[in-house]
């Protein structure tokens, strides 16, 4: 099965590459792009294949909040990912512009830019080019469900607006209008969404009133060895799933906290079983990536499901060392999973230390990216 699912992923990378949306012959390298960089944040990896532009970004902003791109005409990447919520939706799983469920919660995009892989467990998508694939053009359209892709692009050629926007993005193309444009514009926006303005941030440049004292005793124990977060939530972006352009290679990592164990051997629901899906392993069951953790307080409700409703009720789940469903069709002990990540074991805080971790965490909502114009909707 993972073979079969790297032929695909390589497969539509390779369609990515080779259907437009490059430099035509004779026409002059697009200036350097001016990153405007929080202060400490590395510059970005981005793919050789499709280097940054302001125009690009701009064409990817308009595509970004058209819901024409989806199949039906319903949806759009805005409707998972709205800027107030720093781009996810507040939902425990979205529903796709079929009005069927999808599996997995949706994840703020926050610094996207910095990941190593893309969506909850797939370890194949390590980059926005290969991710945006996925939601637009799944053989399964459960959530844009682009499929009738010669329609959706003639609905793009036939806006006032976007001919225009496609032949700045991509000059020298006969038809800059395609697939692989609009896949390397939605990339290319992403990477833009960058937050790094948060109380957390002015306090590592030196603001030391930027934290209350209760978010400063939360620091502490987050990178400290009894809560022992930042075992997993590590470095400036809080996720040890990081990718720039000086890395060697992406850090790939996924873990299993414990919140399910359906059959007492570590069984996962059969719909979200997590890194097994492409390795096939036992022990790969319920292993997920770990989330970056920028304004979590803004994207409620947590984990791949959405099955945990608050940042309290997070930490909960931490200190008991996982989840013990009691009853219902997904009941059982995921603290005594065979597969649970040791990191994952009981340990014990005070109500106030509680209250200290949860304003720690509250301390990473950057509000200026929640406001920022040059992400928010273009369209009147």
Not at 133 to 143: I, R
Not at 218 to 241: D, I, P, T
Request: charged fraction near 20%; aromatic fraction near 10%.
């Amino acid at each position: 099965m993972l073979r079969a699912w790297k032929a695909t992923a390589l497969g539509g990378v390779l369609l990515v590459a080779g259907c437009g949306g490059g430099d035509g012959e004779g026409t002059k390298p697009p200036p350097a792009y001016a990153w405007s960089l929080p202060p400490g944040f590395p510059e970005p990896y981005v793919p050789e294949d499709n280097p940054m532009s302001a125009e690009k970004v701009e064409l990817g902003r308009h595509l970004f909040y058209d819901k024409r791109l989806s199949g039906n005409g319903t949806m759009g990447c805005v409707s998972c990912h709205e800027q107030a919520r720093a781009f996810s939706d507040g939902k425990a799983t979205p529903l796709g512009s079929t009005g069927d469920p999808v599996a997995r919660n949706a994840p703020g995009l926050a610094n996207v830019a910095y990941l190593g892989t893309y969506t909850w467990a797939n370890p194949l998508l390590d980059t926005l080019e290969a991710q945006v694939l996925v939601p637009l053009f799944n053989e399964h359209p459960t959530e844009l469900g682009a499929l009738e892709l010669d329609g959706v692009l003639q609905r793009l050629r036939d806006d006032a607006k976007y001919p225009a926007l496609f032949r700045a993005a991509f000059p020298g193309e006969a038809d800059p209008v395609g697939k692989a444009s609009v896949v390397k514009a939605l990339a290319s926006f992403q990477r833009t969404l960058l937050s790094g303005s948060a109380p957390y941030d002015r306090y590592l440049q030196g603001d030391n009133t930027a934290l209350s004292a209760s978010a400063k005793r939360g620091m502490e124990l987050f990178f400290g060895e009894r809560a022992e977060c930042y075992h997993c939530h590590s470095g400036r972006h809080l996720s040890n799933s990081f990718r720039s352009k000086d890395s060697t290679f992406p850090n790939m990592q996924f873990f299993n906290t414990g919140l399910y164990d359906l059959d007492g051997r570590g069984a996962y629901p059969p719909d979200n079983t997590g890194l097994f899906e492409f390795t096939q392993l036992a022990v790969d069951q319920g292993r997920f990536r770990v989330p970056p953790l920028r304004n979590v307080e803004l994207t409620p409700p947590y984990m791949h499901d959405g099955s945990i409703a608050t940042l309290e009720a997070v930490i909960d789940h931490y200190m008991a060392g996982g989840r013990n469903v009691v009853e219902g069709p997904l009941s059982g002990d995921g603290r005594a999973n065979p597969n649970k990540d040791p990191l994952v074991r009981p340990f014990e805080l005070a109500e106030s230390e509680r209250a200290d971790l949860v304003a720690f965490l509250k301390s990473l909502t950057d509000v200026e990216f929640t406001r920022d114009p040059r992400f928010a909707n273009p369209w009147p």
